[in-house]
């Protein structure tokens, strides 16, 4: 073997054997939370802890399903409250950014560079420093402690960075497209639904998953507007509750976080390889 | 003939006016125009059927006592005592959802009233005929600013439980009332009944402590200009904690392994603490409340006949030391629209009778020196001696806003207990627990 | 009707050739008919969301920012005591307290320690992806993607554990290395969240970098990718060591990204919020409250003080919008260019 060749596979050895920690690294809290939710209490508290439980055990799990581990209900709840919020909030969101954008993307009125300045400025605006208001807003009006609250303010948070990626988008359906279906005799709503809505599509699509993690992780709003009305926690809430109660139930918590998290990562792995390339097409263009 | 039928109206008018007084012995702002169609109380902890009971009862009253209000519904909601400080903020921003009358813990309310929760009550409770007899300084928490908030509805203090058998068997012919007294006792009790202690002084134990700080003539701390000034270290304050220190240190009457428990034992754990040992008759006196009954007698029952208390004694007598009246009160919310009928249902709430058969159901003490006194009490060994440290209550500064971070959160006065117990040296001690508690007290944190 | 309104007249401007023929024409003028008729159209179509906007992200900032400059509290709000103009006073009383300065201190120097952190753990990594084989970048970019897609509230929680004084994996691992590596403190049952500020943002830290590394790595992978391999070819011959091929060709390259992702990791390291309420297991030790807790203890922590916490947003913001405009005007900037 030459030695370029001994170096070269030096090399990739390295490269390799570093890639391999960053792995580990990134992966191994994630499998411990998962393993954690398989041991029984013995294992978790073992003064020779180990990844892998011994004698793995669904009880942790039928704890969180069953609802007595959090003394609030069952997972289930929490799951069917997040899923009607962040469903309702993809669908309040979608529709209205889509009115949105389309006004700006096709229309030329008079404020419509001063609308976008604001929908940049906007985004940076820190929930924390609104929460005051909005929560008093909101109390006035009845819409604490219930899911439709929850739903507008997720909707309307969601609304610039919405409105902000489908604009480019519907900027990008050339406009001959129309006005060929324009002079073929299409009427507005044809053209709207026959093309301009299926070209749109997958920023449709972006926009939604967008809002829907943004719903889906959501903190501080529903832990302000949910205070103690534990029958409409979303999942996060109801994680944070649950591990606040103190008994210190690592097993059932890390079992009700696991099936928090599982949705995300199912789709995550789905949407892997569209995701970096919109999430880095995003940062690059800035 | 027309003489007598104009003595029966008279004679009528004079009864329909009596009685109208009569009822109106509350005072005039029962307002006979408008019957609310319901009013709300909030309640604080968990709905048992003994309560419901007793509520029926008072509500059957208030509709007799009160005519006018006879289509009055009343509903009692449940609100679990760690929600209560959220429900109550939700009620005040929203300006809806919120009860007629709240029960409150009385630690909160001087904080309640102070934003402008409850209703302003001072004349109505000087026109009440029991107001006069409610304990001052039970009264005395509920007045803010000169306003009277709310009214005290119950209350339990502590004392020290001991055992009459072995009092009588020792030669101690009465309690005592001087911390002398006291420790001879426990002296004088070890020596007859020997491996035994003979007064429990767990150092986690706040509520305690206090009353010898107050026997002494001492504060915890004073409110001055509203600024609170820690006096934990001014000669009385000292004296009292080193006579609490000592019951370990140099008295010996009780032992080390109540260093860092509560009178419960260890925090968190349900047994190994002074409670089962005075059970047991491994300790002479014990020092907790009324309520104190159900958990003694779930450990054992081989001595409960021979139960009793006497309040905890002062520094030189003859009164005892004033003790920490926890408990709750009554409050008209600020905002409700029927604040005259809500006053109405709070006096037959808060009746003396009513009052006294709702807290005797729980171990505790209505808020009433005129209940407090009579015969009631007196009869029984095991309830008298509480029932007169029941008069003789002190709440503040454990009232205060920062209260429940000074003792809850940060310990301070059970971890410099702690220390002292350990050997700390005593003033450097003292001294450095004083500045941290002014200064949680007055900023909220050290 | 068509929505293909003609509205940016291209140079020479004029309407595109209209269709040929009558049929044409007549449907061309139907347009322009339709466009005067319904000018309206965009605003009413905006309408819904500038509601939502105004409603939820702007009318609540406008009142914050009154707030600040008033004594509001719950008694102003049921009436039993006015709502009184009080200038400057919170904000005099904001700038005396020390839990202030203590908390915007936490905040930026937390920043200061996580920004360079994550930028240069996913420089590293983003580098390492670029030289890997493709099966083993898309392996490892996947695994280093998956922590930063599991929600916070789970890697927050899952952190807690880890670092838990009673159970978890960091004290086990730290009691059993020698004392010559980690030092003489007592490991075993050591509590890194209530102790203090150092030791809950190191765990804070830990887990936000943790978090945000991959998104870093992610988008200087990208970046890397639009770096033509001559320039690599030819550093290469001329014998420049790796350092000096990142310093002299690859950083020069990259730099809007890095810019951008400067930015991006200040703004989101300032305003972290979840994970330190968790961690600090809110209201906790104050001493450990960084600037957004604070808003939030003076907000919603009994009794509630509004003005003051008014105040402290509103000074939170502005030092945020300072941030942000820098991303703002470099956004620009970048936009101009490509």
Redesign the interface.
């Known amino acids: 073997m030459s030695s370029a060749t001994r170096s070269r596979r030096l090399r990739a050895m390295s490269l390799n054997a570093a890639a391999v920690v960053v792995a580990v690294v990134t992966l191994f809290p994630i499998a411990w939370m998962i393993a954690t939710a398989f041991k029984p209490s013995q294992e978790i508290y073992s003064l020779t802890p180990s990844l892998l439980p011994a004698h793995p055990t669904l009880g942790n799990f039928r704890a969180v399903i069953g609802g007595q581990a959090s003394g609030i209900g069952t997972v289930w709840l929490f799951f069917r409250n997040s899923l009607a919020v962040t469903l309702a909030t993809v669908l309040v969101a979608s529709l209205i950014s889509l009115l949105a954008s389309v006004a700006v993307a096709r229309f030329r009125f008079r404020f419509r560079a001063s609308f976008l300045i604001m929908l940049l400025i906007v985004q940076m605006i820190p929930g924390q420093a609104l929460i005051i208001a909005l929560f008093l807003d909101f109390s006035r009006i009845n819409l604490v402690q219930s899911l439709p609250g929850l739903i507008l303010v997720y909707a309307a948070q969601a609304l610039p960075v919405s409105i902000w990626m489908l604009r480019n988008f519907v900027a990008t359906v050339p406009r001959e497209l129309e006005e060929a279906a324009a002079t073929d005799g299409a009427s507005a709503p044809t053209i709207f639904w026959k093309i301009l809505f299926p070209l749109v599509a997958p920023g449709l699509v972006a926009t939604s998953i967008f809002s829907f993690i943004t719903a889906y992780n959501e903190f501080i709003v529903a832990l302000t507007f949910l205070g103690q009305q534990h029958s409409d926690y979303t999942l996060p809430i109801y994680v944070t509750y649950f591990f606040n109660r103190g008994g210190a139930q690592w097993g059932p918590i890390m079992a009700a976080s696991t099936m928090y998290t599982i949705p995300v990562v199912i789709f995550f792995l789905i949407v892997r390889r569209r995701l970096v390339g919109g999430l880095v097409a995003g940062a690059v263009k800035g | 003939m027309n003489l007598s039928r104009a003595a029966v109206a008279i004679g009528a008018a004079v009864a329909v006016a009596g009685a109208a007084a009569g009822c109106g012995s509350s005072s005039s702002s029962s307002n006979a125009s408008a019957a609310p169609a319901k009013l709300v109380v909030w309640r604080m902890g968990a709905s048992v059927p003994s309560q419901v009971t007793w509520m029926n009862g008072v509500v059957a009253q208030f509709h007799k006592q009160f005519p006018q209000f006879k289509t009055t519904k009343v509903v009692v909601d449940w609100i679990?005592w760690?929600?209560r400080?959220?429900?109550w903020?939700?009620a005040?921003?929203?300006?809806?959802g919120g009860p007629d009358i709240t029960e409150l813990g009385n630690t909160d309310t001087p904080?309640i009233a102070?934003?402008?929760?409850l209703a302003g009550i001072s004349s109505q409770v000087k026109a009440w005929s029991s107001g006069s007899s409610i304990i001052p300084g039970n009264l005395a928490n509920d007045t803010v600013g000169g306003t009277t908030f709310a009214v005290p509805w119950f209350g339990g203090v502590r004392g020290v439980w001991y055992r009459k058998d072995q009092f009588a068997k020792a030669g101690i012919t009465a309690p005592p009332t001087t911390w002398a007294q006291l420790v001879a006792d426990a002296k004088l009790l070890m020596k007859k009944y020997p491996g035994t202690f003979g007064l429990g002084a767990p150092s986690d134990y706040t509520n305690a402590i206090v009353s010898f700080i107050w026997g002494a003539g001492g504060q915890v701390a004073v409110q001055q200009g509203g600024q609170w000034k820690a006096e934990l270290n001014s000669p009385a304050s000292e004296a009292g904690i080193k006579f609490y220190a000592d019951l370990f240190l140099t008295q010996h009457v009780s032992p080390s392994k109540y260093i860092g428990q509560t009178e419960l034992g260890a925090p968190g754990a349900t047994s190994g603490g002074s409670d089962e040992d005075f059970a047991k008759g491994t300790l002479d006196m014990y020092v907790d409340g009324p309520w104190a009954k159900a958990s003694l007698t779930a450990v054992s029952t081989k001595y409960a006949s021979q139960w009793a208390s006497f309040p905890i004694p002062s520094q030189n007598g003859p009164n005892p030391a004033p003790a920490f009246a926890g408990g709750s009160d009554l409050g008209v919310w600020?905002?409700s629209p029927n604040q005259a009928a809500a006053w109405d249902l709070v006096t037959v709430m808060d009746s003396p009778a009513n009052a006294t058969t709702f807290a005797n159901a729980q171990g505790f003490f209505p808020e009433f020196t005129t209940a407090l006194s009579g015969g009631g009490y007196s009869s029984s060994p095991l309830l008298s001696g509480f029932a007169k440290a029941a008069g003789f209550t002190q709440i503040s500064p454990l009232n205060s806003?920062n209260w429940a971070t000074a003792d809850a959160t940060d310990a301070i006065i059970p971890t410099m207990m702690k220390a002292l117990m350990q050997g700390a040296p005593f003033a450097a001690t003292v001294n450095k627990a004083n500045t941290e508690l002014q200064n949680v007290l007055n900023?909220?944190?050290? | 009707m068509s929505l293909a309104i003609p509205r940016d007249r291209p140079a020479g401007g004029s309407l595109p050739e209209p269709p040929a023929g009558a049929a044409g024409s007549r449907r061309l003028n139907q347009v322009r008919a339709f466009v005067r008729r319904h000018r309206l159209a965009p605003y009413l179509m905006l309408a819904p969301a500038l509601a939502g906007i105004g409603l939820v992200l702007l009318w609540p900032l406008a009142q914050v920012a009154v707030y600040s400059f008033q004594n509001y509290g719950l008694p102003q709000i049921t009436g039993a005591a006015p709502t009184q103009w009080i200038g400057g006073s919170n904000f005099t009383q904001v700038f005396a307290d020390a839990e202030f300065w203590l908390s915007l201190r936490i905040t930026v120097l937390f920043a200061a320690v996580v920004v360079p952190l994550t930028l240069i753990a996913g420089t590293l990594v983003g580098l390492l992806l670029n030289q890997l084989g493709r099966k083993m970048a898309a392996v490892v970019s996947t695994a280093a993607l998956l922590a930063w897609a599991i929600p916070p509230v789970s890697a927050t929680v899952l952190f807690y554990w880890l670092f838990d004084p009673d159970g978890g994996l960091v004290d086990w691992t730290l009691s059993r290395l020698p004392h010559w590596l980690v030092g003489n403190t007592n490991w075993a049952g050591f509590n890194w969240t209530t102790t203090g500020a150092l030791q809950a943002y190191t765990v804070l830290t830990v887990l936000v970098v943790w978090q945000s590394f991959p998104f870093i790595a992610v988008t200087v992978l990208a970046g890397l990718k639009t770096v033509p391999h001559e320039l690599y070819e030819a550093a290469r011959v001329d014998g420049a060591s790796p350092v000096r091929i990142f310093s002299s060709i690859t950083f020069p390259l990259l730099k809007p990204i890095f810019l951008v992702l400067l930015l991006l990791s200040v703004i989101w390291d300032f305003n972290v919020f979840t994970q330190s309420f968790i961690i600090t297991g809110f209201p906790g030790n104050r001493d450990e409250f960084n600037l957004s807790l604070y808003i939030y203890d003076k907000g919603f922590q009994f009794p509630p003080s509004y003005g003051l916490g008014g105040a402290l947003a509103l000074i939170f913001t502005v030092i945020l919008l300072i941030v942000t405009v820098g991303y703002v005007r470099s956004s620009v900037r970048q936009g101009a260019l490509t």
């Open positions: 679990p760690g929600n400080v959220t429900d903020t939700n005040l921003t929203s300006g809806k904080g102070s934003q402008g929760a600020a905002k806003k900023t909220g944190h050290e």
